[in-house]
């Protein structure tokens, strides 16, 4: 038996949390130690900052943040069950842990396949609890980390008592937060911890710190802070390739039935960008509009590696002349754009004559929505539309461009060729 003692009032008043129970009792039964080590050093520490914040009650500002948020996830629970949709536009797989807050966010495409096949379980303890029970890539997440600070900052030490702006509201829904209840000043700071961090643009990482110092941003080996997006993401391709005697990378994906999609990007169009590993924040209702814009750009990175996270791929020398006339055959070249703000993607299809065939545009909105446009010379709006639709579910469930292209190749009745 484990029983976790929240005291507050001045120790007058035990707030039971059965969630953090469970958390430890389990953690024991696997015979995890070092999870429950982790746990504790997480007490001691909000121990110190208290001491050092003296006033503010540590303890009562974890607990109203957790009590906000358990009590959105419930509300979001109700209206839309299917954990898969909460995942994608909703506060996500909200849960109380001995090492804190913690939610889930986003899941990889294979995960989202083997749930709706029923191989993946999940499960609610205690009304506080959504967890994964089972899960064979680790999902993207977020926690609550509180920090000192230089200077004053907005916490709230009491519970906002949020609710739907609206009944019967779907996902992503707005919250409404008790405006009768203030928030004190005290030299701490709020952060949402991002496990694993997320490449994003540097402009975007910068509007979230204003003129501060970005918290926590993951340098790369070479001890940058600041590089492109695209060797953030595939630095194996484009960390190489970076050279002005090298404008394009160049990477080959082979697919089912022969055929290969070579991509190609221009490295001189590069996005600044930084790895986000914590984000700032001061309200609960500060969290859905930053995991609208995360699950924007997890959708964004994905496609783009779908394309270019391979090595550089090149004709086999000792192929035989006829075997190379037929490789080139099969082989699409494609050309990849994208915008600065990591909203979209366009795939040029061209042949080995480089005459277009067919541009694939892929818009990509908030909590990562995606929508595809195409754009082929000869073919109906009608047909445009049945095909743009067809991929656009292609890619949405796969997150990736080349199976998307795969699709399209079928759907048009012939290869692009």
Known sequence: TVKFKDLVDGGSREVPRESIDDDIKASILRDDIEYVATAVERFLRLEKIQKLVGAVNIKEVVNAFTDDLLTMRSA???VEPDPLTRLSCGHGLVRETAQGLVSNYFVRPSTRIKARQGLIEFSVLNDREDVLIERSEKPYSYSLLIDIASQNHP???VSQSPQFEQSGAVLPAAFSFHSEIPSVMAPLRQFLT???PVAV????ALKLSGARKIHDVKSLSDGKSSCSLQELLCQETFGASWSPVSPEAKVAVNCPGGQTFEFIHDIAKAVPAVELAAVPITHPRDILPLLATLRRYVVFNTLFKSCFDAKPWESAKN?????????ERR???VEVTVSNAATWLQCGVVDSRKESIVFLSIQIGPHGAVTVSINSE???LSEVSTWSDTVAAVIHAT????LGLMALQKIRGKKIE
Request: hydrophobic content about 40%; charged content about 10%; cysteine-free.
């Open 76 to 78: 979001e629970l109700e």
């Open 155 to 157: 916490v709230n030490i």
């Open 194 to 196: 991002l496990d694993p």
């Open 201 to 204: 643009s540097l402009s975007f």
């Open 319 to 327: 192929q035989t002349q006829e075997a190379n006339n037929l490789l």
């Open 331 to 333: 082989t699409h070249l």
């Open 378 to 380: 000869g073919a109906s």
């Open 399 to 402: 997150m990736s461009i080349p």
